[in-house]
């Protein structure tokens, strides 16, 4: 006999996504392929991007297809188990020390996706009656990784190191860890990591480095944050964890974490989300291999972003100087443009769709709630005419006050 059917919470499924809309927050995917230059076809629509993580343009590079086709042929598709029972191929077991040298630490792990790293590199580390320390803007993949430690969550001000300071000297916890992205996500600035690593060797705690915008565009031969603040070779310090994803700038997938012998031992021991996940792929191995390459002799690439940064900055410095729209202070290729409410950026993005041009609205819970905004991402795909026509556009739709 079936039950009488009463009210289900099953039924607020519908009721809350109905919410969602209300709220201008319902999210929804479009079907994209990327065409020549920065242009991609959405839906059957062609529009110029900028929206892409491939910082250097790398993701179709013939050396990374050709790569990824090599190692398909001599290892096949699928790993087959995780890298602790017989998933550790030839071509992932070479990844890692290279990965290391590039980042100009002793040890590195190769890991399928910078989420499951950090969601699983934080529980590894510290467990219940620790303490995490977590800048504001942290990804989300830091914050859920510290929920699963069961470390007590202390939140600083973004960038606030007097505030972290404090929160460091009070807590009585045993183990210390310090969270950060590198460069921000959603707003692109640096974080001030050598401020954070004299912070760490006075308070006797360990900073985790999320460098996921930073590999391959920032410091020397674009080795990542790390080395932008020579913090990489005989400077490295073993309180440092320096993690970075691989399928931005990289252009493939997955992410690593490197650091001390002994931490990324511990964490080859531990890390839940490395032991119990089948490895990457080792034809995705052998396209890093060869993206490494080209990220290490890619000045030209990385010039040309900065000549773009450049662009862009100015063109939007003099035309928006009385609006209400706040370009925010970022040197790196995440170029937020604050606009407020969710409605308003939604409807900036569908302004500058209409005029051929695809650049994301952000919402909360993304950003904090009021902070709505379009996170243009600059790559060296684009051309200067490119990030003209977007300066141009922007010009057009941004509310202009009242004289
Ligand atoms: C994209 C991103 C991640 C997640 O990396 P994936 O490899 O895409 O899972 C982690 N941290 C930051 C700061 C990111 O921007």
Known sequence: MTAPRSASWLDDFSTRLAGLDAQHLRRTRRVVRPLVGAYLEVDGERLLGFCSNDYLGLADHPALVAAAC????????????????????????????????????????YFYAGYAANAGIVPALVSEGDAV?????????????????????????????????????????????????????????????????????????????????????????????????????????????????????????????????????WLLQTCRSYIFATAPPAMLASALQASLQLIEHADHRRSHLQALIARLRSGLASSLQHGDWQLGESVTAIQPLRIGSNAAALAAMAGLRQRGLWVPAIRPPTVPAGTARLRIALSARHTLADVDRLVQALCELAPHPQA
């Open 70 to 109: 090599a190692g398909a042929q001599t290892y096949g598709v699928g790993a087959g188990a995780s890298p602790l029972v017989s998933g550790h191929s030839p071509a992932n077991a070479a990844l890692e020390p290279q990965l290391a040298a590039f980042a100009g630490l002793p040890r590195a792990l």
């Open 133 to 265: 320390f977590c800048d504001a803007l942290n990804h989300a993949c830091l914050i859920d990784g510290a929920r699963l430690s069961k470390a007590r969550i202390h939140r600083y001000p973004h960038a606030n190191l007097a505030a972290l300071e404090c929160d460091l000297a009070a807590s009585p916890a045993p183990r210390k860890l310090i969270l950060t992205d590198a460069v921000f996500s959603m707003d692109g600035d640096i974080a001030d990591v050598p401020g954070l690593l004299a912070l760490a060797e006075h308070h006797d705690a360990l900073l985790l480095i999320d460098d996921a915008h930073g590999f391959g565009v920032i410091g020397p031969q674009g080795r990542g944050c790390a080395a932008h603040f020579n913090l990489h070779g005989g400077a490295a310090s073993p309180r440092l964890l320096y993690m970075a994803t691989l399928g931005k700038a990289a252009g493939v997938a997955g992410a690593f974490v490197a650091g001390s012998e002994a931490l990324i031992e």
